[in-house]
C-alpha cells in the first residue's frame, strides 16, 4: 500500500517557503516552479521596502491552500504526483529543499540582515569597535551596550546606535553611532558632552536663569541646558572640565506681559538683556531665545500660551548665532505681531 503523505506537513513545509510542501508530496517541477515565483515576488516587495508586498503574501496562502488540497487528492488517489515511488518522492523533496534554501537565504534571511537589520555577529564587531573609538577618543575606559540597528528611505545605508558610558563619569549614559556603510571604519559620533553639560550643569543655569528672568519680570518659562557635542577625533577630559561654558548651549522660551509700543521697545531690549548678559560674561555664547509678548490684560490664571497664540503683540526670536553684545542689538529683532 502507498504511504499517505501528512497534508499538514505539507502545510508546514510551505509556510517556511511556498514550493517544498510540493517536492514532500513528490511534485518537484511544481515546487520550483512555486519557489521561482515566490522569489521573484519577494524580490519586488523587496526593492520596492515592502510597498509591493503584498502579491508575495497573497501567493503565500495560495501555495499554502493549494498544497492542502493537493496532498488530499495525492493520499484519495484522485491525482497522481510525478514522482510515485516512496524514494523518488523522497529523492523530489530533497532536491526542492536544497534549490529552496537559495532563495530563502537570499530573500527572507540574508536580505532582511543586510537591509532592515544585522547578524548578530556584525552587531557585536560594530560594539567592539565604538568601544575602542571612544576611548580612543577621550583617553579613558568605555563601556558600550549592546548595539541596535535603524535605517529609513532616506538613510539606506543605516545606522549603528548604543548607549555608553566612560569610567570617569559612569553617573549618566550617552548615545554613540556609525554609519552602517563601512561601519567598522566610519568616523563615530556621540552625545558625551551634550548629556554632560545636562548632568554636570543643567540644574545650576536652569536655577539662574529662571531667576533672572522672574526678577525681569518674564513668566511661563522653559529653559533647556544642553551641549555642544565638537566633532573632534580627541578630546581632553580635563579640558573640558576647566572650560566647560564654551560647550554649553542655552535655550529660553519665556512670555512678556507688556503694553508694548514702538516708543517703548528699547526697554523690553534692556531687559532681556539684564538675562543674557551674566551668561555672556561666563563665556556662554551659544544663547537662543524665544519671546512673546502679550497685552497685560491676558495675564490672567487661566493664561494658555497655545490658546492665545493669536493674541500676542510680539515676538522675540534671538538664535544662537545672533551673536547679540548688548541691548541696542536686541532691538531690531522686535518683531510687532501684523494686525
Excluded at 537565504?105 to 544585522?118: A, G, H, K, M, W
Aim: no cysteine; glycine share 6%.
Amino acid at each position: 500500500m502507498k504511504k499517505k503523505r501528512n497534508p499538514w506537513l505539507a502545510m508546514g513545509l510551505t509556510l517556511v517557503y511556498p514550493g517544498l510542501g510540493h517536492g514532500y508530496l513528490g511534485e518537484m517541477g511544481v515546487g520550483l516552479l512555486y519557489i521561482t515565483i515566490h522569489s521573484f515576488l519577494l524580490l519586488v516587495a523587496m526593492m520596492s521596502l515592502g510597498f509591493l508586498g503584498l502579491p508575495a503574501l497573497i501567493f503565500w496562502i495560495y501555495a499554502i491552500v493549494k498544497v492542502l488540497i493537493r496532498a488530499d487528492q495525492i493520499n484519495k488517489e484522485e491525482v497522481k504526483p510525478e514522482f510515485v515511488s516512496q524514494g523518488s518522492a523522497n529523492k523530489s523533496f530533497i532536491f526542492t529543499f536544497l534549490i529552496g534554501l537559495i532563495p530563502f537565504y537570499v530573500f527572507p534571511f540574508q536580505t532582511y540582515f543586510s537591509l532592515y537589520d544585522r547578524l548578530p555577529s556584525e552587531k557585536r564587531e560594530v560594539q567592539a569597535y565604538l568601544q575602542r573609538s571612544l576611548e580612543e577618543k577621550y583617553g579613558t575606559s568605555a563601556e558600550v551596550y549592546p548595539v541596535t540597528y535603524s535605517w529609513n528611505a532616506g538613510d539606506m545605508d543605516g545606522t549603528f546606535s548604543a548607549q555608553a558610558k566612560l569610567s570617569e563619569y559612569p553617573m549618566f549614559s550617552f548615545q554613540v553611532t556609525v554609519s552602517g556603510k563601512k561601519s567598522l571604519k566610519a568616523p563615530i559620533s556621540d552625545t558625551f558632552v551634550n548629556e554632560f553639560m545636562k548632568y554636570q550643569y543643567g540644574e545650576k543655569y536652569r536655577k539662574k536663569i529662571g531667576s533672572d528672568l522672574e526678577e525681569a519680570s518674564f513668566s511661563h518659562s522653559e529653559i533647556w541646558v544642553d551641549g555642544i557635542n565638537p566633532r573632534v577625533a580627541r578630546m581632553d577630559l580635563k579640558e573640558l572640565a576647566k572650560n566647560p561654558e564654551s560647550y554649553i548651549s542655552i535655550y529660553i522660551n519665556t512670555v512678556k506681559f507688556m503694553d508694548l509700543t514702538e516708543n517703548n521697545k528699547e526697554q523690553l531690549a534692556q531687559q532681556i538683556w539684564s538675562v543674557v548678559e551674566p551668561l555672556k560674561e561666563e563665556g556662554i555664547s551659544a544663547i537662543s531665545l524665544n519671546i512673546d509678548v502679550f497685552h497685560p490684560e491676558q495675564n490672567t490664571p487661566s493664561f494658555n500660551r497655545k490658546q492665545s497664540y493669536n493674541k500676542k503683540i510680539a515676538n522675540i526670536s534671538v538664535s544662537k548665532e545672533s551673536h547679540i553684545r548688548s541691548a541696542e542689538d536686541i532691538v531690531p529683532l522686535i518683531e510687532f505681531r501684523a494686525k
